[in-house]
């Protein structure tokens, strides 16, 4: 079973400009989280969407915004980006029932850099 | 709000060691405890998940313990070895409200 994408996997903005990041879960997984990851904060929940609906925020500028499709794939888009936005940006996936439910799988993650 | 910390926040072992890497949170309320392995510049290996109504979980050479009363958890390692090295983060599962992670422990096996 093929795992969780990312694209793009690096990315270069400039203050001020937009980006728009992808995520593909697992086939299956209907549950799909984004998390930001940087060096000061460490990782931190960003938000999760489940059947296109945004079922929790973190504690995150509106600028920070995301969507789920009916095939479970999300974006996530940033507005008006911040030099402090450069960061390891991370999708996990994970399939809501059962036992097993909320184990979490990890996407190898989008890298972007704000100049 | 849940609060994840883990100690030591570096440790450097030589090859062949049994090592334990510690994780306390500060809400007992979680759905789940897991670890993780991060590879510089890389995504999220999990490691091992033990649900809250577990007590400990094992895959090879790690072993997971969870203690929901006292809200602590440790990985143990077992034989250590080279590609052991990494940084390991421990991550308290609120359900939908997502995973709440330590700052991680940044391992180095010596060989």
């Known amino acids: 079973k093929a795992g969780v994408t990312q694209t793009p996997r690096y990315l270069i903005k400039t203050r001020g400009q937009q980006v728009t990041l992808s995520c593909s879960p697992i086939?299956?997984?209907?549950?799909v989280s984004w998390y930001q990851q940087t060096p000061g904060q460490g990782l931190q929940f960003l938000f999760e969407y489940f059947s296109e609906t945004q079922r929790n925020k973190g504690n995150f500028p509106g600028r920070f915004s995301g969507r789920q499709f009916s095939n479970s794939r999300s974006e996530m888009n940033v507005s008006t980006l911040e030099l402090g936005d450069s960061a390891l940006y991370l999708c996990?996936?994970?399939?809501?029932?059962?036992?097993?439910?909320?184990?979490?799988?990890f996407g190898p993650g989008t890298r972007l850099t704000v100049t | 709000k849940q609060e994840v910390t883990q100690i030591p926040a570096a440790l450097s072992v030589p090859e062949g060691e049994n090592l334990v890497l510690n994780c306390s949170f500060t809400d007992s309320a979680i759905y789940n405890l897991q670890w993780f392995r991060q590879d510089p510049g890389k995504g999220l290996t999990s490691l091992l998940l033990i649900q809250s109504s577990q007590r400990e979980q094992t895959s090879g050479r790690l072993n997971a313990s969870l203690d929901k009363s006292s809200g602590r958890s440790t990985l143990y390692i077992a034989a250590s070895q080279p590609g052991d090295s990494a940084t390991y983060l421990c991550a308290a599962g609120g359900g939908a409200d997502g995973l709440t992670f330590g700052k991680g422990t940044h391992l180095i096996i010596q060989p």
């Open positions: 086939s299956g997984h209907r549950s």
């Open positions: 996990a996936s994970s399939w809501t029932g059962g036992l097993s439910s909320y184990e979490q799988y």
